[in-house]
């Protein structure tokens, strides 16, 4: 049993996560109603988190802010935005979280299809996606302690297609319970600098 850091957890995507993390000891972080507070666009907020935490063995991101708007129309504020929190957060999750985490633990990011199969109004998302997986690949190289980095990219879910559905038309929805498949492959395999795609 390892103990996992699962920001997010009141989430769809972190609802799908904890499906594949059963076997484990998880503690939940988030904004609210968690067992630990956290914002991952304040490296102070996710320095708190580890140490308050102590001891752990793996990390579950599923979270990352993301605007929404044409090119055209997307504002510096708006790209910021998105770049503080699905990159840059997420960044720093690994960038301070290797100073604690436990030897050959693993960190989980978040990501998303729409960087390969891009939508209207989705190019901030899509940017940063793109940025995460690249980031995965190269960063395993560099990594301490035999620490292991991977990301999941998701296609939408079933669960979240009331949601998202209409933004996009000819998508197949996958169940959570499919994607948390990608998580507990993450968590408990010996993959490192691999992106997950769960696609339909």
């Given amino acids: 049993m390892k103990t996992v850091i699962l920001i997010g957890a009141n989430g769809k995507m972190g609802q799908a996560a ?18 630990y507070t956290v914002d991952i666009t304040s490296v102070e907020s996710l320095r708190n988190l580890f140490k308050e935490v102590g001891h752990f063995d793996a990390v579950v991101n599923t979270v990352g802010v993301c605007e929404y708007a044409s090119f055209t129309e997307m504002t510096e504020k708006q790209w910021m935005t998105t770049i503080l929190s699905k990159m840059m957060g997420q960044i720093n999750i690994v960038r301070i979280g290797q100073e ?3 030897d050959n633990g693993s960190f989980t990011l978040i990501t998303g299809i729409l960087n390969i199969k891009p939508i209207p109004f989705a190019i901030a998302d ?16 560099e990594m301490p302690r035999g620490i292991r980095v991977n990301s999941i990219n998701p296609t939408v879910l079933e669960e979240a297609w009331d949601v998202y559905g209409e933004m996009m ?13 990608a998580f507990e492959r993450s968590v408990d395999g010996f993959i490192n600098g691999q992106v997950l795609y769960v696609d339909a």
């Fill in 100 to 102: 604690y985490i436990a």
């Fill in 169 to 181: 038309p000819g998508f197949q929805p996958v169940p959570g319970s499919l994607v948390g498949k």
């Fill in 126 to 141: 899509a940017t940063t996606s793109g940025a995460i997986d690249t980031f995965v690949q190269c960063v395993a190289h």
């Fill in 18 to 35: 904890l499906t594949g993390l059963s076997k484990h000891k998880v503690i939940t972080a988030g904004r609210s109603g968690c067992d």
